[in-house]
Nanobody
Framework: QVQLVESGGGLVQTGGSLRLSCAAS????????MGWFRQAPGKEREFVAGIIWSGGSTVYADSVRGRFTISRDNAKNTVSLQMNSLKPEDTAVYYCAAKRFNIIPRAARQYDYWGQGTQVTVSS
C-alpha cells in the first residue's frame, strides 16, 4: 500500500523560503512519477511540479518556474520541493501525489496516490 506523508509547511513572509518533503513508502518507486500540487480556498487543485523518479526529469508550472525546485532522494525515498521567493499567491495546501507512469501528467485526476497535504501560508 502506497503511503505519502508531507511535511515542512508553515508560515513565511513574502520573499522567504520553505522546503516541503514527501516521504514515500509501500512500493519501489523507480517506475513512478511524483507530483506536487496545491489547492487554495475556493480554487481547484493545480499542478506545481513533477519529477520522474528514475532519471530525474522535471516539469514545472509557469507560475513557479525559476522559484521552486523539485528533487528526489533515492536513499531516503523522499521527494522535496524547495520553494524560494515566495509570494502571497503561493498560499495553499500542498499535496504530494504519485502515479506509476513514465511521463509527468499535469492533471490531478491522473494521479493514483495522495498525501494528506501540508499548509503553506505566505504573509504580505
Amino acid at each position: 500500500q502506497v503511503q505519502l506523508v508531507e511535511s515542512g509547511g508553515g508560515l513565511v513572509q513574502t520573499g522567504g523560503s520553505l522546503r516541503l518533503s514527501c516521504a514515500a513508502s509501500g512500493r519501489t518507486f523507480s517506475n513512478y512519477v511524483m507530483g506536487w500540487f496545491r489547492q487554495a480556498p475556493g480554487k481547484e487543485r493545480e499542478f506545481v511540479a513533477g519529477i520522474i523518479w528514475s532519471g530525474g526529469s522535471t516539469v514545472y508550472a509557469d507560475s513557479v518556474r525559476g522559484r521552486f525546485t523539485i528533487s528526489r532522494d533515492n536513499a531516503k525515498n523522499t521527494v522535496s520541493l524547495q520553494m524560494n521567493s515566495l509570494k502571497p499567491e503561493d498560499t495553499a495546501v500542498y499535496y504530494c501525489a504519485a502515479k506509476r507512469f513514465n511521463i509527468i501528467p499535469r492533471a490531478a485526476r491522473q494521479y493514483d496516490y495522495w498525501g494528506q497535504g501540508t499548509q503553506v501560508t505566505v504573509s504580505s
